[in-house]
């Protein structure tokens, strides 16, 4: 059974950078045919896709955040991070990390419980 | 993008009873769609991929069919445990970007 589990800061000034890690528990970050990302889900509103990333690197991310997004992933310690610069209030949301299936675009097997993060001064 | 329009918005039903939710895309497509039950304070789980497919350890109650612009998802019998926010996904495009429905939610009457 994979376990994800999302860590940082839970507030965040405006115009600084959220950084979030996900800690990948039950199985290795190595594995091929899987993408590990980032979702998020502001107050009141639904599901958005953020962005993942391979375990040899490869990332893919959504271009309405591609200006301001770094995903990385650090094998070593079984862990992947979100860095998102110049936050404003609409990026305040629930953020989750996740393991996509490789199938196409792909699907997400195993979740976090996600974690608060507020932008605010 | 391929816009995903769930309804209705919300459902407050009586367990037993059978549940419809309804998914539809601007674009057709042909099965790479998933739906998602989330609750309160929890990681979503992956009920369905491949727009009819069962993830493991999901009960054979949920049930899912679908492809073009419509895709169903139908909980043959609710119980007490189905209430939450319920999600379609699309993973039909490359380069990817993945896309969600607005989400039904299931109240428990």
């Known amino acids: 059974q994979v376990h994800l589990q999302e860590s940082g800061p839970g507030l965040v000034k405006p115009s600084e950078t959220l950084s979030l890690m996900c800690n990948v528990s039950?199985?290795?970050?190595?594995?091929?045919?899987?993408?590990w990302s980032w979702f998020r889900q502001p107050p009141g509103k639904g599901l958005e896709w953020i962005g993942y990333?391979?375990?040899?690197?490869?990332?893919h991310y959504n271009p309405s955040l591609a200006s301001r997004l770094t995903v990385s992933v650090d094998t070593s310690k079984n862990q992947f991070s979100l860095s998102l610069a110049s936050v404003t209030a609409a990026d305040t949301a629930v953020y989750f990390c996740?393991?996509?299936?490789?199938?196409?675009?792909?699907?997400?097997?195993?979740w976090g419980r996600g974690t608060l993060v507020t932008v605010s001064s | 993008e391929i816009v995903l329009t769930q309804f209705p918005a919300t459902l407050s039903v009586s367990p037993g009873e059978r549940v419809t939710l309804s998914c539809r895309a601007s674009?057709?497509?042909?099965?790479?769609l998933a739906w998602y039950q989330h609750k309160p304070g929890q990681a979503p789980r992956l009920l369905i991929y491949?727009?009819?497919t069962r993830a493991t350890g999901v009960p054979a109650r949920f049930s899912a069919r679908g492809s073009g612009t419509d895709f169903t998802l139908t909980i043959s019998s609710l119980q007490p445990e189905d209430f939450g926010v319920y999600y379609c996904?699309?993973?039909?495009?490359?380069?990817?970007?993945?896309?969600f429905g607005g989400g039904t939610k299931v109240e428990i009457k």
């Open positions: 996740g393991r996509v299936k490789e199938v196409w675009g792909g699907y997400c097997d195993y």
């Open positions: 039950g199985d290795s970050i190595r594995i091929d045919d899987y993408f």
């Open positions: 990333i391979s375990h040899t690197g490869t990332t």
């Open positions: 674009r057709s497509f042909f099965s790479n």
């Open positions: 491949a727009a009819f």
């Open positions: 996904q699309q993973y039909e495009t490359w380069p990817p970007e993945l896309t």
